[in-house]
T-cell receptor, first 112, second 112 residues
Framework: GDSVTQTEGQVALSEEDFLTIHCNYSASGYPTLFWYVQYPGEGPQLLFRASRDKEKGSSRGFEATYDKGTTSFHLRKASVQESDSAVYYCALSSDSNYQLIWGSGTKLIIKP | DPKIIQKPKYLVAVTGSEKILICEQYLGHNAMYWYRQSAKKPLEFMFSYSYQKLMDNQTASSRFQPQSSKKNHLDLQITALKPDDSATYFC???????????FGAGTRLSVL
């Protein structure tokens, strides 16, 4: 079945560091790929999505590019801030029954 | 203003009791969902409803019963509560035909 793999369970960075969170997927065809962010005490919220190969999604300085060749949708940000501390989820949707397939999440910690 | 309202925010219950988690959405969506989040499983899909009809059920136990009295309501009744049911329960919604989910802030349930 379809799956999403996030290899980093936790990432600890200092402010202004470059961020990469890896996301690889397994699905047939062209699934829609998502990044969600969950701040403490809140539900997940959509960061952005992409539906086609080479499409770049971006929001709030975060970006990811849909790469069908490597089946990846890695999240990047050039300079992280303390307010970026949250859990980031990669997800995919490969059909019309509305069920998202979720990665295990990556907790981003910004060191003081 | 929050567009998806979940009540209560925190809930403490004793083993064997029954509780109802409330969810109302004001986004005009016709699809609604329940997810569970715990330390063991970051985000676990439970149910999906479309136009007040059950579309998908990934919950093994019949102790969990969604209830949709109105188009924008999807409550979750949990009977014979167990300590393992302790988790945060998130309600979500999406536009019909869309696969982007919008989440509420969650109900944090603790079963003693």
């Amino acid at each position: 079945g379809d799956s999403v793999t996030q290899t980093e369970g936790q990432v600890a960075l200092s402010e202004e560091d470059f961020l990469t969170i890896h996301c690889n997927y397994s699905a047939s065809g062209y699934p829609t790929l998502f990044w969600y962010v969950q701040y403490p005490g809140e539900g997940p919220q959509l960061l952005f999505r992409a539906s086609r190969d080479k499409e770049k999604g971006s929001s709030r300085g975060f970006e990811a590019t849909y790469d069908k060749g490597t089946t990846s949708f890695h999240l990047r940000k050039a300079s992280v801030q303390e307010s970026d501390s949250a859990v980031y989820y990669c997800a995919l949707s490969s059909d019309s029954n509305y069920q998202l397939i979720w990665g295990s999440g990556t907790k981003l910690i910004i060191k003081p | 203003d929050p567009k998806i309202i979940q009540k209560p925010k925190y809930l403490v219950a004793v083993t064997g009791s029954e509780k109802i988690l409330i969810c109302e959405q004001y986004l005009g969506h016709n699809a609604m969902y329940w997810y569970r989040q715990s330390a063991k499983k970051p985000l676990e899909f439970m149910f999906s409803y479309s136009y007040q009809k059950l579309m998908d059920n990934q919950t093994a136990s019949s102790r969990f019963q969604p209830q949709s009295s109105k188009k924008n309501h999807l409550d979750l009744q949990i009977t014979a509560l167990k300590p393992d049911d302790s988790a945060t329960y998130f309600c979500a919604s999406s536009p019909t035909g869309g696969n982007t989910l919008y989440f509420g802030a969650g109900t944090r349930l603790s079963v003693l």
